[in-house]
């Protein structure tokens, strides 16, 4: 039988893959963190995250208007760099 007729014609679907959530430095000036603090819990309540979503990353683009306290998160250099030249911080216990 030839290796066409063989194969699943229904997709492939990794079993490794990783739940993301990436969001902009604008999309956190769109709602308000108490404290200006930002984390995955934070994320949750506001509804901006599923419970699933397993890595959350932010991105640069926008500008910060207030000092964001970026906790456990993910974060670009560029991001870190214009929270931390807006007067916030990063916190991180990741790598």
């Known amino acids: 039988m ?4 063989r194969i ?3 997709g492939f679907k990794s ?3 990783v739940a ?3 969001f902009n430095i604008a999309t956190l000036e769109e709602f308000d ?4 603090l930002v984390s995955a819990e934070a994320l949750l309540n506001a509804g901006l995250v599923k419970p699933s979503v397993q890595r959350i990353k932010i ?3 926008g500008e910060p208007t207030k000092p964001y306290i970026i906790q ?3 974060i670009s250099k560029t991001a870190q760099q214009k929270i931390e030249a807006a007067g916030g911080s990063v916190v991180s216990t990741l790598n």
């Not at 963190?33 to 200006?36: E, K, L, Q, S």
Request: aromatic share 4%; glycine share 4%.
């Open 72 to 74: 456990d998160l993910e």
């Open 8 to 10: 699943p014609k229904r």
């Open 59 to 61: 991105l640069a683009e």
């Open 33 to 36: 963190f108490p404290d200006g």
């Open 15 to 17: 079993p490794h893959k």
């Open 2 to 5: 030839p290796l066409i007729l």
């Open 20 to 22: 993301t959530s990436v």
